[in-house]
């Protein structure tokens, strides 16, 4: 079965400084995608990035980027020069390639120090 | 990104009576949509899988004749709480996957049964 972990309960970071979120899965697949996705308060998930496990390049969005280490089965989120509105709660999720089916980790509530 | 619109957002029943909340993909087909319930600092829990046209597949442990899913058309997906109780207070949310493999969520529906 899949399983996805986050070690992380709750992180800080100040303002404009980096911070790494981490989680790691568990897949006997070769082929499948992973995402983080942010919860701000208002509760509606919304998507920060993407990776599809083929590819050997990390993903990147703007201040948000991966490193997707597929052997070790890690996949951490670097959030550059922290802004307020990151403050959220951000989950690491799993999909199987051509299965519709997500698994998500139990989340890292993420505090953005002003 | 794809629009996934929920209703109603809130809501508040008495015990024993039945509550539907609705899930509308706006901007794309979606003949896939998930029911996901999070409790307080959790995570997401998959409910079930609507399938356009045809029956939800439910997760083990999700009570079929309780939660009624129905998904009557390519953009419409509805959840029927029934016989509501407050044990079933919770945050539910929808969600549909686009052709690109990710996962776009409604804004949620807190319910609450007194």
């Known amino acids: 079965a899949q399983t996805v972990t986050q070690s992380q309960p709750e992180m800080s970071v100040q303002e404009a400084e980096t911070v790494t979120l981490s989680c790691t899965y568990d897949?006997?697949?070769?082929?499948?995608?992973l995402f983080w996705y942010k919860q701000p308060p208002s509760r509606q998930m919304i998507l920060v990035i993407r990776?599809?496990?083929?590819?050997?390049q990390n993903a990147t969005e703007n201040r948000f980027s991966v490193n997707f280490q597929k052997a070790a089965k890690s996949f951490s989120l670097k959030i550059s020069d922290s802004q307020l509105g990151d403050a959220a709660m951000y989950f690491c999720?799993?999909?199987?390639?051509?299965?519709?089916?997500?698994?998500f980790g139990s989340g890292t509530k993420l505090n953005v120090k002003p | 990104g794809a629009v996934v619109s929920q209703h109603p957002s809130r809501v508040i029943c008495k015990s024993g009576t039945s509550v539907k909340i609705e899930c509308r993909s706006l901007d794309f087909q979606a003949t896939t949509m998930f029911w996901y319930r999070q409790f307080p600092k959790q995570s997401l829990m998959l409910m079930a899988t609507?399938?356009?046209?045809?029956?939800?597949?439910?997760e083990q442990g999700v009570e079929k004749d309780k939660f009624l899913i129905n998904h009557a058309s390519l953009t419409l997906s509805t959840l029927t709480v029934t016989s509501a109780h407050p044990e079933d207070s919770s945050f539910y949310i929808c969600?549909?996957?686009?052709?690109?493999?990710?996962?776009?969520f409604g804004e949620g529906s807190r319910l609450t049964v007194l």
């Open positions: 897949t006997s697949e070769s082929d499948y995608y």
């Open positions: 999720a799993y999909r199987r390639y051509n299965f519709n089916k997500f698994y």
């Open positions: 990776q599809e496990a083929y590819k050997q």
């Open positions: 969600s549909a996957s686009t052709g690109t493999g990710e996962l776009f």
């Open positions: 609507s399938n356009e046209g045809s029956k939800a597949t439910y």
